[in-house]
């Protein structure tokens, strides 16, 4: 246990009152005023009476500056250190929210739903059942935008990958941009703890950065990258005709197998949401367990005690002003005999 400030330059404040002494004093002239014989003793008697209010007044007030200033430095009780082992892995999800994954071409209990929603489902329940593991969230359109960084709050993850919407980022694909942010991202993660999960439905038709190039960029930094490729490839079409089967969608496999190739990872293909939990699945198989450890001490504030303190004895040092403050003096002069 140990007491620590956390802003202790703040305490350069306590010499400021001083400056006061260096203003210059307000002239104050005597008023004009009779003088009785008898007066003198009385105002003796009432100027050490004033004098010993003024001092106490004085000392109050230093006393509540000094605590003001200690208040302000923010004083804390720092607690021990406490090691807490974490076993978990790293991994940062890549979801593509571009236009083409609003095409209805997955089914879950023999009901079709858009790419989007089937990801959420299913990639909701990975993220909830990765206990002790760090997740972080991508979304990627036309640009590429972090929603969670790497996280123990699962619950929050999934909040913003179910509050995703198709175009919020664009209609179309950048793939390559969501690579770069995601190495940007992991950078700073043990290099047998930097994994990224992407998801898409398409190719590579918008952003800076090619995928192949971000791929390269990935495999320097000990990136491995596991690419997810969404859709059935055709889906049900009513027609006056009646139902058929067109093509939907234009996914690069090969993109997304060399991007896996070239960092370590692997590529899957999911035509259907069983798929997808399957290669979930696969994926903790795959990816070992990284040991890790946390340093944490707890942190009381105090600052509320020399605050509350200095407070009260501005209320005392008020009141004193009030109805115990100095009392007026009257100038005595003495009537001279006629």
């Known amino acids: 246990m140990s007491i620590e400030f956390a802003w202790p330059w703040l305490f350069a404040a306590l010499p400021l009152p001083l400056l006061a002494l260096l203003l210059p004093r307000a002239s104050s002239v005597a008023p004009v005023a009779l003088r009785f014989p008898f007066y003198g003793a009385l105002q003796a008697n009432l100027q050490s009476h004033t004098g010993r209010r003024s001092r106490l007044r004085l000392t109050l007030a230093v006393l509540a500056w000094l ?3 200690l208040a302000a430095a923010r004083p804390q009780l720092i607690g021990e250190t406490l090691h807490l082992p974490v076993s978990g892995r790293s991994l940062m999800l890549a979801v593509d929210i571009s236009g083409s994954m609003q095409s209805e071409d997955m089914q879950i209990r023999g009901r079709q739903l858009s790419r989007l929603t089937a990801v959420k489902i299913v990639a909701g ?3 909830e059942q990765r206990k002790g593991d760090r997740i972080g969230l991508i979304l990627f359109g036309d640009e590429a935008y972090l929603q969670a960084p790497l996280t123990f709050d699962r619950n929050t993850v999934r909040t913003l990958l179910d509050e995703a919407q198709i175009g919020l980022a664009g209609q179309q694909t950048a793939i390559g941009d969501a690579i770069g942010l995601a190495i940007k991202r992991l950078r700073k993660e043990p290099a047998s703890n930097r994994v990224l999960i992407l ?11 090619d995928p192949l190039k971000a791929a390269d960029l990935a495999a320097r930094e000990d990136v491995r990258i596991y690419t997810i490729g969404i859709g059935s490839g055709e889906m049900l ?10 093509a939907s969608g234009d996914l690069d496999e090969a993109t997304l ?4 190739d070239k960092t370590g990872g692997r590529y899957f293909r999911a035509r259907d949401t069983t798929q997808l939990a399957k290669i979930y699945t696969l994926l903790d198989r795959i990816e070992p367990v990284s040991e890790d450890e946390q340093t944490w001490r707890p942190v009381d504030e105090l600052y509320f005690w020399p605050l509350g303190t200095a407070l009260l004895l501005s209320v005392l040092i008020a009141l004193g002003i009030a109805f115990g403050g ?13």
């Open 257 to 260: 197998k060399a991007i896996a």
């Open 67 to 69: 605590l003001l200033v």
């Open 199 to 209: 998801l898409t439905d398409g190719a590579n038709t918008a952003g800076n950065v």
């Open 326 to 338: 100095r009392m007026p003096t009257v100038p005595s002069t003495e009537v001279p005999h006629a």
């Open 237 to 246: 079409v009513q027609t006056p005709f009646g139902a058929r089967r067109v």
């Open 125 to 127: 329940d990975f993220i």
